[in-house]
């Protein structure tokens, strides 16, 4: 019954910014911890980033110093701001719970299409 629905996925140049949105429904996730994940052409879906409810954050090594998780817990809304893009960040980004065996269905995902 949860419903996730990520958004802000684009077409950009290499060095620009876009800035993700996950829209949680059917659950309150307050105490959630919450991550992104990606899935680039020919790849396995991987960890990104993940904030904890007490607003803790964790990077994968790949976009340290470049990405920001972050959530507003009333909204019910994760968000991902992606800055200095790489062609490598090219990937479906989608949003789920993090350390957590049991994530909730997979949403569509959002498009991130960076061009070099």
């Known amino acids: 019954q949860v419903q996730l629905v990520e958004s802000g996925g684009n077409l950009v140049q290499a060095g620009g910014s876009l800035r993700l949105s996950c829209a949680v429904s059917?659950?309150?996730?307050?105490?959630?911890?919450m991550g992104w994940y990606r899935q680039a052409p020919g790849k396995p879906r991987e960890w990104v980033a993940t904030?904890?409810?007490?607003?803790?954050?964790n990077y994968a090594d790949s976009v340290k110093g470049r990405f920001t998780i972050s959530r507003d817990s009333a909204k019910n809304m994760v968000y991902l701001q992606l800055n200095s893009l790489k062609p490598e960040d090219t990937a479906v980004y989608y949003c789920?719970?993090?350390?957590?065996?049991?994530?909730?269905?997979w949403g569509q995902g959002t498009q991130v299409t960076v061009s070099s």
């Open positions: 059917g659950t309150i996730f307050s105490t959630n911890a």
């Open positions: 789920n719970k993090a350390y957590a065996a049991n994530k909730w269905p």
């Open positions: 904030v904890l409810s007490g607003g803790v954050t």
